[in-house]
Structure formats: structure tokens, C-alpha cells
């Protein structure tokens, strides 16, 4: 009696690109939040003049270009692999 052993595939799934942007967008929501905090505290301690409205620029700076670098690597990756 011959046994056929069933060959399992290996199904990658791939992030959909609205998953890839919903995540990103929640990691760096977290990274702002810390961000401005540790900006709050740091700048003090350096003697950087900084205000509240600059803080807030400088961190949405940051923001923007961290969703947008995320987002990219995440669908580069997603492509590759």
C-alpha cells in the first residue's frame, strides 16, 4: 500500500497595502508622542531655546517623514519577500 504524503505550500501572505499604512501610521503615532515628550525634557537640559509651537513643527516634521519612510520600506519588503 503506497502512502501520498500531501506537500504542504508554503503561502506567504503579503500585507495589503492598507494594512501596511494603518500600521505604520499607529507605530508612528507612538514614536510622536514619545518624540515630543523626550523633545520636552532634552531641549531644557541642552539649553535649546525651543517653544512649544517650534517643538510641535519639528516633531510633525519627523511625523510626516516617518510614515512615509515606514510606509516605503514596508511595501519594499513586502515585495521582496
Known sequence: MLIKKKKKKN???KQKKQHSIIEVVSNTIIGLVTSFII???IY???NIPVSIEHNVVITSVFFITSIVRGYL???LFNNIF
Open 11 to 13: 503561502k506567504i501572505m
Open 39 to 41: 523633545q520636552l525634557i
Open 44 to 46: 531644557p537640559i541642552l
Open 73 to 75: 520600506v514596508r511595501r
